[in-house]
């Protein structure tokens, strides 16, 4: 199951992901998905390797699904608590990666409140030459990779559970509604999405999608290898929602809200909520994602959120270990040899 392709030693970003980048991790994912229904899920594939798992913010689903996500690939796991460290002794968060270098981690999952950290910690990696992967889980406003390719792994395997590609979402419409000004995972799925060839549609108030977006994909980043990036903004609804085949909707981050963004969270449902009425908008067959944890009633109503017809939230959660097994797989391999 060698990948002599893959040649990334960390993942922070993707804006720089190539469409067969894309590709390696949705195959992998998939036959690793085939051995998570298994009886025995767990292969020797990182056997005697050890995957830190720095967290310096809280976490449930992303730094519970990389545990297990190592567990079965039969890595060894080290897990970080910020409160119990000796960050609360003045250590820097380099001396605690340098740390961790010294006890024999091969790969380091990091996830902080700042922007930039997974990439501090990645660069002081190679200054000390060490063969150490980095993995952002998820850095301020910056990106949250993993969540964006298990989404990608989501919607790809539903379209085609056989053969997921990127090239399965050329054309198809996907709308991204809510908080999108604070959140890390709208901009990896702007990367990602956009790069199939996908239309995405962002929608939030004006508060939360501020112009800057518009020129999101017009930096230097975004015109590698050619890609032709299609991203519209509005500032209501229901142009965002029409003939939509996806929609996903992002929480309220209000522990990042450092001014007075909105008027009410029942202003805010009443105007960019996700209801069964409102999905009459879209394509019949459309789906509904968010990535999690969820305000019921605020971002979408609960009926919604727990009808199987239209929800993959769970499948969501399923994805993500599946996705977090192949990432690891991929970044530690070539350590194997």
């Keep these: 199951m060698a990948n002599p392709s893959w040649s990334r030693r960390h993942i922070i970003s993707l804006a720089d992901f190539q469409p067969e980048e894309y590709d390696t991790v ?28 720095l967290f310096f913010e809280p976490s449930t689903r992303t730094r519970s699904s990389f545990e297990l996500a190592a567990k079965r690939l039969s890595a060894d796991t080290l897990n970080f608590a910020p409160g119990t460290s000796s960050l609360t002794k003045g250590e820097t968060i380099l001396d605690t990666a340098k740390t961790y270098l010294a006890m024999g981690t091969d790969i380091m ?64 419409k996907i709308a991204i509604v809510g908080d999108i000004l604070h959140s890390r995972v709208a901009r990896s799925n702007i990367w990602s999405l956009t790069a199939s060839g996908a239309e995405v549609h962002l929608a939030g108030p004006p508060t939360l999608l501020p112009k800057l977006f518009a020129d999101f994909v017009s930096s230097p980043d975004s015109s590698i290898n050619g890609i032709d990036r299609k991203l519209f903004l509005h500032w209501s609804l229901q142009p965002a929602l029409e003939a939509a085949d996806f929609v996903m909707t992002l929480r309220l981050q209000r522990e990042r809200m450092t001014q007075h963004l909105l008027p009410s969270l029942r202003e805010y449902h009443q105007q960019f909520g996700l209801t069964h009425n ?46 977090r097994m192949a ?5 530690g391999s070539g350590k194997l040899s």
């Design 109 to 172: 999952v990091v996830r902080h409140r700042e922007a930039g950290v997974p990439l501090a910690i990645a660069n002081e990696m190679d200054r000390l030459q060490s063969r150490v992967g980095v993995f952002n889980a998820g850095d301020g406003q910056h990106e949250h990779p993993s969540q964006a390719l298990l989404d990608l792994f989501t919607l790809c395997m539903l379209l085609n559970p056989e053969k997921p590609a990127l090239s399965l979402l050329a054309g198809k």
């Design 327 to 331: 990432l690891l797989y991929l970044m």
């Design 278 to 323: 409102r999905l009459k908008w879209c394509n019949p067959t459309v789906k509904v994602l968010h990535p999690g944890p969820v305000n019921r009633g605020v971002e979408i109503s609960s009926e919604l959120m727990d009808d199987p017809k239209f929800s993959l939230i769970s499948q969501q959660v399923t994805s993500g270990v599946a996705v």
């Design 26 to 53: 949705l195959q992998t994912a998939a036959s690793f998905q085939e051995v998570l229904s298994r009886r025995t899920k767990k292969v020797p594939a990182l056997q005697g390797q050890v995957i830190a798992n």
